[in-house]
């Protein structure tokens, strides 16, 4: 069945640097979407891409979808400490939305 | 304009027990999902439910079974706990038939299977 996979799995960086976190899936997708969880919460949406080759930008974020619509990546510039949580990618395949397991950022301040 | 609340927080049963989840969705979304998601791992799809139907399944047993009311609202029964159970059961309500896919998460209830 479809996977997706995302690394890594663990980021732990200095406030003000940057970071980026990558998905591929298995499959190709019809969308892709991120979510951010702060700990102890629950899953939040940031956005949706959708179209081959797609980057949308929100403040410090930007999201890009590949060509082939398999892979996915999330750069935050210059990170804050509210930034900290779990990254995660969901991949939408022909019909279920599958999770990545997530990357974990730290950020010190 | 309320969003998508669960009931109870927290959880903890027995080996073999039977367990009841409750969710509501956020006020206009028709379509419940629900997640199974364990330490340090990322949300695992049970199931979804439209209009009082199941309608995609992921990879869980039978003992896990859910029904949807006529007011959108949910349910997620798990039969014969196992410790491998515990987890945070998320549900996320959703819109069908829109251009958009966003699942709008609940807060979630902590199931611990002792």
């Known amino acids: 069945g479809q996977q997706v996979m995302q690394i890594p799995q663990y980021q732990h960086v200095q406030e003000g640097e940057d970071f980026t976190t990558y998905c591929n899936s298995s499959t190709t997708l019809s969308n892709i979407q991120w979510y951010k969880q702060r700990p102890g919460g629950h899953p939040v949406f940031l956005i949706q891409l959708v179209k081959s080759g797609e980057v949308k930008k929100q403040k410090r974020l930007t999201f890009q979808f590949g060509e082939a619509k398999k892979n996915s990546s999330l750069h935050i510039t210059a990170t804050q400490t509210t930034d900290v949580g779990t990254y995660f990618c969901a991949g939408r395949g022909s019909e279920k939305l599958v999770f990545g397991k997530g990357t974990k950022l730290t950020v010190n301040p | 304009d309320a969003g998508v609340t669960q009931s109870p927080t927290h959880l903890i049963k027995t080996r073999g027990q039977q367990v009841t989840l409750r969710c509501s969705p956020k006020s206009g979304h028709d379509t419940v999902s629900w997640y199974q998601q364990a330490l340090g791992q990322g949300p695992q799809f049970i199931f979804q439910?439209?209009?009082?139907?199941?309608?995609q399944r992921g990879n869980f047993p039978d003992r896990f079974s859910g029904h949807q009311f006529p007011n959108y609202s949910s349910e997620l029964n798990v039969n014969a706990l196992l410790l491998g159970d515990s987890a945070l059961y998320l549900c996320a309500s959703s819109k069908a038939r829109t251009s958009t896919d966003t699942q709008y998460f609940g807060p979630g209830t902590r199931l611990t299977v002792l």
């Open positions: 439910y439209y209009e009082e139907e199941e309608r």
